[in-house]
């Protein structure tokens, strides 16, 4: 899901589950790393530094002076500035594959409303990580080709989407169609509801206002989608 790349490939990790630390006051404090996780305390920084200055301020010397170590010191794991926001972006699709997961889990297998659990659980995602989520969407430009692990999270996070489409063709529940693209349709809609929120133009107050309009959009698609000749 490059925002402009997911709309040029076909997206289609075995990671373990991500922990997305986005709090800026937390890492604001944080003035030293410790041994031997300078990797992840440079992303937490990056993340902080995006939520507070944007993408385009971002230097690796600022990251480094975040987490308290030499101007040197990023290059150990990272080449470039590019380099550490693929990994940003990266991990932000790992976070977003774990959210929606864990939001199906509590749904049978087989229902309608995992579907609807999901696109919650996105826009869920995308509110509570707007810095993260803007990285991960936003016209910053995201090598696909050059960073694989990238491609490859955003792959697997838009293919929790079309195994849900799946599991409804299956269980008789969806309309058989290219579930490829009925999960384009379905992301089409929770990233517009997401763009459109994190603007401001929804004119939703977030909250319970905003989870009753986001159920009442996902059973439109839901109902939408409907196999009605199953019997």
Same mark, same amino acid.
Request: glycine residues 6%.
């Given at each position: /899901?490059?925002?402009?790349? &997911?709309?040029?490939?076909?997206?289609?990790?075995?990671?373990?589950?991500?922990?997305? @630390?986005?709090?800026?006051?937390?890492?604001?404090?944080?003035?030293?790393?410790?041994?031997?996780?300078?990797?992840?305390?440079?992303?937490?920084?990056?993340? =902080?530094?995006?939520?507070?200055?944007?993408?385009?301020?971002?230097?690796?010397? %600022?990251?480094?002076?975040?987490?308290?170590?030499? #101007?040197?010191?990023?290059?150990?794991?990272?080449?470039?500035?590019?380099?550490?926001?693929?990994?940003?972006?990266?991990?932000? +699709?790992?976070?977003?594959?774990?959210?929606?997961?864990?939001?199906?889990?509590?749904?049978?297998?087989?229902?309608?409303?995992?579907?609807?659990?999901?696109?919650?659980?996105?826009?869920?995602?995308?509110?509570? #990580?707007?810095?993260?989520?803007?990285? /991960?969407?936003?016209?910053?430009?995201?090598?696909?080709?050059?960073?694989?692990?990238? =491609?490859?999270? *955003?792959?697997?996070?838009? /293919?929790?989407?079309?195994?849900?489409?799946?599991?409804?063709? /299956?269980?008789?529940? +969806? @309309?058989? =169609?290219?579930?490829?693209?009925?999960?384009?349709? *379905? &992301?089409?809609?929770?990233?517009?509801?997401?763009?459109?929120?994190?603007? %401001?133009?929804?004119?939703?107050?977030?909250?319970?206002?905003?989870?009753?309009?986001?159920?009442?959009?996902?059973?439109?698609?839901? #109902?939408?989608?409907?196999?009605?000749?199953?019997?």
């Amino acid at each position: /899901m490059r925002p402009l790349c &997911w709309q040029r490939q076909q997206l289609g990790l075995n990671f373990c589950k991500p922990s997305l @630390r986005t709090n800026p006051t937390a890492l604001a404090a944080k003035n030293t790393y410790h041994h031997g996780d300078l990797r992840q305390s440079l992303i937490e920084a990056a993340i =902080a530094l995006i939520h507070e200055e944007g993408i385009s301020n971002l230097s690796l010397r %600022h990251v480094a002076r975040r987490v308290g170590v030499s #101007h040197n010191a990023p290059y150990r794991h990272f080449a470039d500035k590019e380099a550490l926001l693929a990994a940003v972006a990266e991990q932000g +699709f790992q976070a977003l594959r774990a959210e929606m997961e864990s939001a199906q889990q509590v749904v049978p297998p087989g229902s309608p409303q995992r579907l609807e659990a999901i696109g919650i659980a996105y826009v869920n995602f995308a509110l509570a #990580h707007p810095a993260h989520y803007r990285l /991960m969407f936003g016209d910053y430009r995201c090598n696909f080709d050059q960073n694989s692990a990238l =491609a490859e999270a *955003a792959h697997q996070s838009f /293919m929790v989407l079309v195994n849900t489409i799946r599991e409804g063709q /299956m269980a008789g529940i +969806f @309309r058989p =169609a290219d579930p490829v693209n009925v999960a384009r349709v *379905a &992301w089409s809609l929770v990233h517009g509801q997401s763009m459109l929120a994190l603007d %401001h133009k929804l004119q939703i107050t977030p909250g319970e206002a905003l989870t009753e309009f986001l159920k009442f959009s996902a059973q439109t698609l839901i #109902h939408g989608l409907a196999n009605n000749s199953a019997t």
